[in-house]
């Protein structure tokens, strides 16, 4: 499997080829994680690190695990109470943790293109767990292995992102993914919610859900990111809901196989009616998480594949 990148920052940089083999190794490590011995040695003798500047669960838990069944020493460190706070930049801190000698770095972040500076002050191979409303490439990744495994393919589907698109880098990384595997992306939400310049992705923008969903195959549903609002965007979580929030009338418009995604964590009943998201013959939410493992695997080996070299 030829994977010629020293990082993993983005999707942009990424080839069709590039997340085949992504998601083809990543399918390798789905037999494995379900067996009752879910080890390898493939990073054995090597040191992973997760610095995570902003709070996570999934994300951090799925690196970890990951980086442990394949054998990796890895070390989380808090960064909310790490020398950044006494006023240490970032990159003193790259500097600190370079000569510790690492040879993989997680790393979550709430300014964009933080991760890319980082990568650039240090030796070993960065894999960016989400920067700012930039990208967050490994949870495209478990999402195009999702629908592949559910569709069997991953290419000219009708797929619908709905929500909070304008503070969501998931949605980011997406949109430019499933491009890439020549898709047809609609994106829905509110006008505040999914400015009209979504539109030079190639994506097709709808503030009305209902007719937004016709016929698709995907619905991938986003989290409202309240944290990183400073205004009205929307009038009440309950008028939110009724207009925007997937709940089984609404699906019924999509095609009658659409799968449901979410990237978690949910606001039930705001974003996703409950009862749809515990549907196990229409929701993949859980899918998505078991996947996000598998692809954080093959992507931590490959680029442990490139340690020393100058790709």
Known sequence: MEFAHRHLLGIEQLSQADITTILDLAETYVDLNRRAAKRSDVLAGLTQINMFFENSTRT????????????????????????IKKGETLIDTAMTLNAMHPDLLV?????????DLLAQKVNCAVLNAGDGRHEHPTQALLD??????????????NIA????????????????LLGKMENRIRLIGPPTLVPAQFAKFGAEVYDDMREGLQGVDVVMM?????????????????????RYGLDAEKLALAAPDAIVMHPGPM????????TLADDINRSVIQEQVEMGVAVRMAAMELLARNLGGTA
């Open 267 to 274: 606001n039930r009943g705001v974003e996703i009616d409950g």
């Open 60 to 83: 951090q838990a799925s690196f970890e695990l990951a980086g442990l069944r394949l054998g990796a020493d890895v070390m989380n460190m808090s960064m909310q109470a790490s020398s």
């Open 107 to 115: 790393v979550r972040h709430p300014h964009s293109g933080a991760v």
């Open 161 to 176: 992102i709905c929500g909070d698109v304008a503070h969501s880098r998931v949605a980011r990384s997406n949109l430019i």
């Open 222 to 242: 986003l989290r409202l990111q309240k944290e990183r609002m400073d205004g009205g965007f929307i009038p009440s979580e309950r008028e939110y809901f009724y």
């Open 144 to 157: 195009a292995l999702t629908i592949r495994r559910a569709k069997g393919r991953l290419h000219r589907l």
